[in-house]
């Protein structure tokens, strides 16, 4: 167990759907970061918050929204679903510079 | 945009022998490396890093060379056992991205280890 905690682990969902995956980060950490792995595009960033906070915004499409509440848990919610998001969806936290650690990750299929 | 690669999608090795896997990277600027591994099913789970002011790290069996003057990262693994098997990522701290962490990573090679 890394201790970083992603909810739920897999999720089928139909095109135009929208979902919400969760992360728990490490404690003590208050910086998460969301990236999306695909089988041909290996991890791409998303975004990351520090403390409530955005911090840095990647390849984050328009229907992508996250946010980090007061008690630093995370939400990545996806809407307007389409076949090529789906990917597993990974949540990773840190306490400052240095790695990260990463959660076991959301399996998304989208049908 | 940058990019982090790795030379090889896959890497077969006999157990016992040892590992080698190649990173290049695009930007000289970074300052910090860190290779992952991951295993299927699983998130990335972190091995060892570098600072940009070292050319070699150790670990327990790994090894990280850093090579500023080609842009070259390698891992080194020590008699690779089945349980190396995995996919490995390097990733780099690009420059400019202050305190804000954001790591960009490869594609990942994959290590087959043969018993």
């Known amino acids: 167990d890394s201790g970083v905690t992603q909810t739920p682990k897999h999720l089928i969902t139909a095109t135009g759907q929208r979902v919400t995956l969760r992360c728990s980060p490490r404690?003590?950490?208050?910086?998460v970061y969301w990236y999306q792995q695909s089988l041909d595009q290996g991890l791409q960033f998303l975004i990351q918050y520090y403390n409530g906070e955005e911090r840095a915004k990647g390849n984050i499409l328009e229907r992508f929204s996250a946010q980090q509440f007061p008690d630093l848990h995370s939400e990545l919610n996806l809407s307007s679903l389409e076949l090529g998001d789906s990917a597993l969806y990974f949540c990773a936290s840190s306490r400052g510079g240095g790695g990260y650690t990463f959660g076991s990750g959301t399996r998304l299929t989208v049908v | 945009g940058e990019s982090v690669g790795l030379h090889l999608p896959t890497l077969s090795v006999q157990e016992g022998d040892n590992s080698i896997i190649n990173c290049a990277y695009s930007?000289?600027?970074?300052?910090?490396f860190i290779w992952y591994k991951q295993e299927s099913g699983k998130g990335p789970q972190f091995i060892i890093d570098?600072?940009?002011?070292?050319d070699k790290r150790q670990g327990q069996r790994v090894t990280v060379l850093l090579n500023k003057t080609v842009k070259h990262l390698s891992l080194q693994i020590a008699a690779t056992q089945p349980g190396d098997s995995a996919v490995y990522f390097c990733a780099e701290k690009p420059p400019l991205s202050g305190n804000t962490g954001k790591l960009i990573f490869g594609q990942g090679t994959t290590l087959q280890v043969k018993p």
């Open positions: 930007n000289s600027a970074s300052d910090y």
């Open positions: 404690s003590g950490d208050l910086s």
């Open positions: 570098i600072r940009s002011n070292m």
